[in-house]
């Protein structure tokens, strides 16, 4: 060949690379981030860093609301061959988003030795709700454990010692009976402890329930045992704190408000998700502590939080985009960068031997209360069609709560309802 | 000639007769046949199952208390709203000062919409520091957790109903007092009545076709409650303020059952059905008409 | 005008009661127009300010929202005068083959409102690939059997003469509609078309389906899916993007009160 042919083959080469390089994939990403504008605009800037450095993707962040409203739109979207390319979706969804056939198993598109040992990085506890059927569905983004916040100075004003949270069940009725404060005319001023009990009950009661050792599904998501023993001894404790001990406002306890709750002095301990760090930290007028779930025969807590999922797509080029928006959110960095700025738990080990993760540790040890306590996680009460069988255990827990109903037959109801529903997946 | 104009006529309703039947008439009946297929799995195609949603149905006691629900609510909120209504339209009918201002303050919930109503209520509604406990306790009682709360909760949700409502309705009441003679309360005045006397012989009778037209839209609305289930309570707690559309809409949307719901939609159908006969029957027979 | 003289008493309730109407909105703008720490205490010195205001707008593309919602208001509106004009016109002035049995099936629509058949309707939009548009959020909604009933009422009120005299001149139908109808029952457009503008800024649970992206969000979705949090409730800020959403509907209603309210008022009474 020429010289003269050989640069005009290389220039048509590079004119080609050119070409197909300037048709950027766009990505389309939903998200479930709520107020806040920070955590908006952090995610809004993980994008167009991305964007940046990826000149042949274009990342279209979308903010969908609530988790349950950002399942409800992705799978309303997808019905109607819309779907997102990628989305962060509660982990407890993967097996509907499986039985709609809507997302792809990351292990089918993520091939390479490096792809397989990214999949290995993250913490096993959170990839209890990503995998199943020996395939991995979601990635771990943002996810957290239920953790308690303790008010020092309402300890100190009540005789206890400010830097001991209670570490089992009873401490919690000692503490809580001595921190519940009341006005001259009978009225309580200060609660004990508030768990919200509004919209996602099962949550919270299945720290309850890990910590006296029940398990509340199967890994296969195809059985439940609302009415095991253990569990219904769960509820009577979740109930007595509030009927008998006094301790927690009656009725239900709103999730929304339980922050602003604890900021205001109504409540002195609060258990809630470590996802509230950040927020707490700039709204506490008090200082505060935060510490691992307290224990009956063991301590515990289920886990919590978004994974992002890659969904089914006849575009390829843009399956292998959000493959690598995928990666790019979940480098050791990008993980501590997210913990910090929310509060979530940096999902990989080597996320918190980052140095900016190291100083912020040893600025503010609260963050690390919730990743130490992943030893004792479980994973989230997740199955087939999981949004009505979780329902029936949300209504019964909430009829038991609000003195409706006692926990055995609530609970019998919700376990019969529940196999009602799973009886079609079971094989 | 006559041909030209029936065409003609067809032509000009062409549009709204292809619009209202695709998006009213032939959903209203496949939704009804929708009703007698199971829901498909993943790529599935549905199967006949005839009346066995219905079967699940009359079974599933979310669907009684929806039902039982939505009746309590317009069992309330009728009277409530039209009773208020009424109060407002005498009140800024008559000749008291600052009547601009109470109009204002009576028509302003109906121009918000419903979600931010929904969202400043709940608020207000807020256990110890929300606005309504604030009040209740500087009165000596004990916070109440509204939305909290079975018995309260729907009831609390009534409250914001009746709160966008009445406004509405009270501009009807006020065109119907407008509208009645004033030689009528001359001559009441005459005969020396009083106020009340003067309420039940005239103003009452004189605007009972506008309260049967209030009362229908009213019973109507009682129906088509959800906006404010979305926003404050879910259907919550332990579906207290569960109502029908909301369980439609979860059914159909975050259970992705879709041959229940549409055997639920069935049924509201119905309802609005049996809503519509009786105001043909009933509303159009026996209003005393000027 | 009622004739009877109003005793104190009574205005002093009167008032009261108007007070009483209007405190959960006092509250609103209290929390929003307020520090969040001021938000449920009541002194009357802590500091105004429009912070609340600056981040939800920030936290959230309300500009978007609103230019979809106005988008989507005023086209539904259009869209509505056109279609509903020229099949009521067609009912008010002509008796043709099936036109009662017509009028009763639009009658249908009064009570079957799209949101009533959601699921079919979604399947619909589906279908013609309008899932996540303006035109899939507002399709549904112009037939209007509001619109048509009201318009025919008001054409049907148009004398006759003035129709024959325009045919002796040689105008089509159209022509008829646009020079004679139109003007005649402006006021019946006007009143409709508030009607139809406040109810479809307000509406929610269709638009919420139907809309999947930031581009075609109306603002009442647009503010439920801020104000549905996960991660703890700030009350001032979600009062004061409720309030701003509230605002463009607030603000026209107090510029023209007496229209509002004649409109609502021509717009039921039949």
């Known amino acids: ?427 | 000639m006559r041909l030209n104009f029936h065409a003609q006529g067809w032509l000009l309703a062409l549009p709204a007769v292809v619009l209202l039947a695709t998006f009213t008439h032939v959903p209203a009946v496949s939704t009804l046949i929708d009703s007698f297929y199971a829901t498909p799995r993943g790529r599935e195609v549905a199967h006949f199952v005839g009346l066995e949603q219905y079967r699940t149905m009359l079974a599933d006691p979310i669907f009684w208390r929806a039902l039982q629900n939505n009746f309590l609510y317009a069992l309330i909120t009728i009277p409530v709203s039209i009773g208020i209504a009424l109060a407002m339209a005498l009140w800024v009918n008559g000749r008291i000062r600052g009547r601009a201002v109470l109009r204002l303050a009576f028509f302003t919930p109906t121009i918000l919409p419903m979600v931010a109503a929904a969202n400043i209520w709940l608020f207000f509604y807020t256990p110890d520091y929300g606005l309504l406990n604030q009040i209740i306790r500087v009165f000596g009682n004990s916070s109440v957790n509204w939305l909290g709360s079975p018995a309260s909760a729907l009831p609390a949700l009534m409250m914001v109903t009746i709160w966008k409502e009445a406004g509405f309705f009270m501009i009807f009441f006020l065109a119907a007092l407008q509208q009645v003679p004033p030689d009528l309360y001359e001559a009441a005045r005459m005969e020396n009545a009083g106020r009340w006397q003067i309420f039940y012989r005239i103003t009452w009778p004189l605007v009972m076709p506008t309260t049967l037209f209030v009362a229908i839209n009213a019973l109507i609305n009682a129906f088509r409650v959800v906006d404010q289930v979305i926003a404050m309570t879910g259907g919550g707690p332990n579906n207290a303020t569960m109502l029908l559309l909301f369980y439609i809409y979860q059914v159909a949307f975050n259970f992705w059952d879709s041959g229940y719901a549409a055997a639920l939609s069935t049924v509201l159908l119905l309802a609005l059905a049996i809503v519509a006969l009786a105001q043909f029957f009933l509303v159009d027979r026996k209003i005393h008409y000027r | 005008m009622s004739r009877l003289p109003s005793s104190s008493i009574n205005t002093a309730i009167a008032w009261l009661f108007g007070l009483l109407w209007a405190l959960p909105l006092v509250y609103a703008f209290w929390a929003a127009f307020h520090p969040a720490a001021y938000a449920t205490h009541f002194d009357l010195i802590s500091p105004v300010t429009l912070a609340n205001f600056v981040r939800a707008w920030d936290a959230a593309p309300f500009a978007r929202y609103f230019l979809n919602s106005v988008v989507l208001v005023l086209g539904i509106m259009a869209a509505q005068f056109l279609i509903c004009t020229l099949a009521a016109f067609g009912l008010a002035r002509w008796k043709f083959y099936g036109a009662d049995v017509l009028f009763a099936l639009i009658l249908v629509q009064l009570m079957v409102t799209p949101d009533v058949l959601i699921l079919e309707n979604y399947r619909t939009l589906q279908t013609l690939g309008l899932i996540d548009t303006l035109t899939g959020i507002g399709l549904p909604y112009v037939a209007s059997a509001f619109g048509i009933f009201l318009l025919r009422q008001a054409f049907k009120t148009i004398p006759r003469e003035l129709d024959d005299a325009a045919r002796m001149e040689g105008a089509s139908t159209f022509h008829t509609i646009w020079r004679v109808y139109l003007p005649l029952a402006r006021p019946v457009y006007v009143a409709y078309g508030l009607v139809s503008v406040s109810y479809h800024w307000n509406n929610f649970l269709w638009p919420l389906i139907v809309t999947n992206s930031v581009n075609t969000r109306p603002v009442t979705v647009g503010l439920q899916v801020f104000a549905s949090v996960d991660q703890g409730i700030d009350w001032s800020i979600i009062c004061a993007a409720a309030l701003m959403t509230s605002a463009p509907l607030m603000i026209a209603f107090l510029v023209f009160q007496r229209a509002f309210i004649q409109s609502f008022l021509r717009a039921g009474i039949r």
Do not use: C
């Open chain 1, 1 to 427: 060949m020429s010289t003269i042919t050989r640069i005009v083959s290389a220039a048509l080469a590079v004119l080609a690379l050119g070409t197909s390089a300037a048709s950027a994939t766009d990505v389309t990403f939903y998200y479930p981030i709520a107020v806040g504008g920070p955590i908006t605009k952090i995610v809004d800037g993980y994008a167009t860093e991305f964007n940046k450095s990826h000149p042949d993707i274009t990342v279209k962040p979308v903010y969908t609301g609530s988790y349950q409203d950002s399942v409800v739109k992705a799978m309303t979207a997808a019905k109607a061959g819309n779907a997102p390319d990628v989305a962060v979706l509660l982990s407890t969804d993967m097996f509907t988003l499986i039985d709609n056939d809507l997302i792809e198993p990351v292990d089918a598109i993520a091939t390479s030795d490096a792809d397989k040992a990214w999949i290995k990085s993250f913490y096993p506890a959170f990839m209890e709700n990503s995998q199943s059927g020996g395939h991995t569905w979601g990635i771990p983004f943002q996810r957290s454990t239920i953790v308690q916040y303790w008010n020092k100075e309402a300890f100190k004003s009540a005789g206890l010692d400010p830097e001991k949270a209670p570490k089992t069940w009873d401490e919690m009725v000692a503490f809580g009976t001595k921190l519940t404060k009341r006005d001259a005319a009978g009225q309580v001023t200060q609660w004990g402890i508030e768990i919200p009990s509004s919209g996602f009950p099962y949550w919270l009661f299945q720290a309850i329930t890990t910590q006296n050792g029940a398990i509340l599904a199967n890994q296969d998501g195809t059985k439940v045992a609302y009415s095991d023993p253990k569990v219904v001894e769960a509820a009577q404790f979740f109930a007595d704190l509030s009927q008998k001990y006094g301790v927690m406002p009656k009725g239900i306890i709103d999730w929304g408000t339980t922050p602003k709750d604890f900021f205001e002095g109504k409540t002195a301990i609060m258990w809630t998700t470590t996802g509230n760090l950040t927020n707490v930290r700039s709204n506490a007028k008090f200082a505060f502590g935060v510490a691992a779930m307290p224990s009956k025969v063991r301590g515990g807590s289920p886990t919590g939080g978004g994974n992002i999922y890659i969904f089914k797509n006849t575009d390829k080029a843009k399956q292998a985009a959000a493959l690598e928006f995928a990666r790019f959110l979940t480098t050791p960095e990008k993980a501590a960068d997210w913990g910090i700025a929310t509060g979530y738990v940096a999902t990989r080990p080597d996320a918190w031997q980052t140095d900016m993760m190291k100083k912020y540790t040893v600025e503010f040890p609260p963050a690390v209360v919730a990743r130490d306590q992943l030893k004792d996680a479980v994973a989230e009460l997740s199955t087939h069609d999981n949004q009505r069988v979780t329902k029936a255990l949300n209504d019964a827990l909430q009829a038991v709560l609000t003195g409706t109903d006692k926990p055995k037959p609530a609970l019998d109801r919700a376990q019969a309802e529940a196999t009602r529903i799973l009886k079609s997946y079971q094989h």
